[in-house]
């Protein structure tokens, strides 16, 4: 037993959930800094740019994609950096591309030729210079969205690496769902806070001041984090209970990563359950990030409310609340095996099968939203609490099916995959409402914008039911992966 780890009285430490807490805490700035846009555009920027829906489907469309592509080399970069100096390389990258959107006004004005922002709004809205400053400060926007995609790519990787090095099998995906509730966290805090700033200091003052957190949680994990087996804080009690697993037996046993066989980025696209994961990313990802990234918009549009007045905060904040149900949908496997003894596989297919129903009450938003507004922030909500329970899960399926050594990579695979289902959607969504306003487009009853909206409840509602079936259908049972 190294002094590290010495134990006098044999009560076991708890230094893992400090180490949960910081994977929340920079999972909550995560979607801080990806909210800031969401919840300024419709109200600050739109005006300023003379956008219209398809300006912004297109941002968030390639920000996606180009997530999506980085998540492909994010979870390799991690592996290869290491958890500690990989995770402050993303969220100091991240932090720079959330600052950087302050800059996009300024680079259109020098672009255009106009001396500043009340100069922009006052051109003649369809005008030539209109379509001009639209454009330019669009590819401005895309240009700080891929620097903040390039960092943000790396926090799921280095999140679920550093849950896989601190908490066994059995407590993942509730360890996982604490940290992922960041984002619910995150989405909560942003309408009370960036509809002000914007409102009180300027919109581009909304995204130094956001941004500026992520730096601020880099000094804290420089003093933080080691691995397990070398930080002084966990004693050998925490040290045996985070290392269970490797009593399973040999078929199974997760070593020490540094013993373990490495594996090619290339080789893990021949495991089924590679593709089982990014299937599970692909039909789901763009489902949670078409609420965080519409919604606002949405309340504008159908209802006329804006995110500064007091009754769009309050809508905001409740969808983002009853997405904090989300935390007990990580104890739901562990309460299955429990009770059947399944291995942690079966169960957590059982309980996502069940979350994958709950987003079918999203197909009620648009009849109900005849009657008030918090009838489709309701279900909604309980559609991105399906949506969180289901990515936790989702994403310890990795640590159940593959060694250590090749959780971030494939963490990777899967985040592309997502990445590219939600550019799909945004850049579809994007171009539907445009559509579906100038043509004023009629369905079940909607016309116009309204209908759009329908249109997109109606994927987003059955995504989680596909993508469960087509997971299942590629890894029926529990299978994990032995490197030789």
Same mark, same amino acid.
């Given at each position: /037993? ?67 592509? !980085? /998540? ?29 959107? @302050?800059? !996009? ?16 709004? @006052? ?14 400060? /669009? ?6 969205? !891929? ?40 989405? #909560? ?15 581009? /003052? ?5 941004? #500026? ?11 933080? %984090? ?62 949670? =990030? ?72 999203? #197909? ?6 005849? %009657?008030?507004? =918090? ?14 329970? =289901? ?59 309204? @209908? ?7 994927? !987003? ?24």
């Amino acid at each position: /037993m190294s002094d590290n780890h010495s134990s006098n009285t044999g009560k076991m430490t708890n230094y893992r959930w400090v180490i949960c807490a910081m994977l929340f805490f920079a999972t909550t700035v995560n979607y801080l800094d990806r909210q800031v846009l969401s919840l300024t555009w419709d109200e600050f920027i739109k005006p300023e740019f003379h956008w219209g829906d398809n300006n912004y489907g297109n941002i968030t469309a390639i920000f996606s994609i180009v997530y999506a592509v !980085c /998540m492909l080399f994010a979870g390799r970069f991690i592996d290869w950096m290491g958890t500690k100096k990989g995770y402050l390389w993303a969220i100091g990258v991240w932090s720079a591309g959330a600052c950087a959107h @302050a800059l !996009c006004g300024i680079g259109t004005e020098m672009w255009v030729g106009l001396e500043n922002a009340a100069a922009l709004r @006052a051109v003649e809205a369809g005008s030539d210079m209109a379509v001009l400053i639209a454009t330019v400060s /669009m590819y401005f926007f895309i240009a700080a969205r !891929c620097v903040l995609a390039l960092g943000e790519a790396g926090n799921f990787p280095a999140a679920i690496k550093v849950t896989a090095e601190y908490f066994p099998k059995k407590d993942r995906a509730y360890a996982t769902s604490i940290f992922n509730a960041g984002a619910s966290i995150g989405a #909560l805090f942003a309408p009370l806070t960036i509809p002000f700033l914007a409102k009180a200091y300027g919109w581009e /003052m909304a995204f130094v001041i956001i941004g #500026l957190l992520g730096f601020i949680w880099m000094g804290f994990w420089v003093f933080m %984090y080691k691995r397990p087996a070398e930080h002084p804080a966990v004693n050998s009690e925490e040290l045996a209970y985070i290392e269970q697993d490797a009593h399973e037996g040999a078929a199974v046993k997760d070593q020490k990563q540094e013993d373990e066989p490495k594996i090619s980025l290339w080789k893990t696209f021949s495991f089924k359950q590679t593709w089982a994961f990014a299937v599970g990313k692909f039909m789901t990802d763009g489902v949670w =990030w078409f609420f965080l990234f519409w919604t606002p918009s949405y309340l504008n549009a159908q209802f006329g409310i804006k995110t500064t007045e007091g009754l769009g905060v309050a809508l905001i904040f409740t969808l983002y609340a009853i997405t904090m149900l989300s935390i007990y949908g990580g104890k739901l496997p562990t309460i299955i095996i429990n009770k059947t003894n399944l291995d942690p596989y079966a169960a957590r297919m059982r309980a996502m099968l069940i979350f994958a129903f709950i987003p079918l009450l999203v #197909l009620l938003a648009q009849p109900l939203g005849q %009657y008030s507004p =918090w009838f489709p922030i309701i279900v909604i909500g309980l559609g991105c609490a399906a949506h969180q329970s =289901w990515s936790a899960n989702l994403f310890s399926t990795i640590g159940d099916m593959f060694p250590k050594a090749a959780i971030a990579t494939v963490t990777g695979i899967g985040g592309m995959a997502g990445g590219v289902g939600s550019m799909f959607l945004q850049k579809f969504a994007g171009w539907l409402f445009d559509y579906s306003d100038q043509t004023q487009m009629s369905f079940f009853g909607f016309e116009g914008k309204p @209908a759009g909206y329908f249109v997109m409840f109606c994927i !987003c509602a059955v995504a989680y039911l596909v993508g469960w079936v087509i997971m299942k259908a590629l890894v029926p049972k529990y299978k994990p992966i032995v490197l030789k």
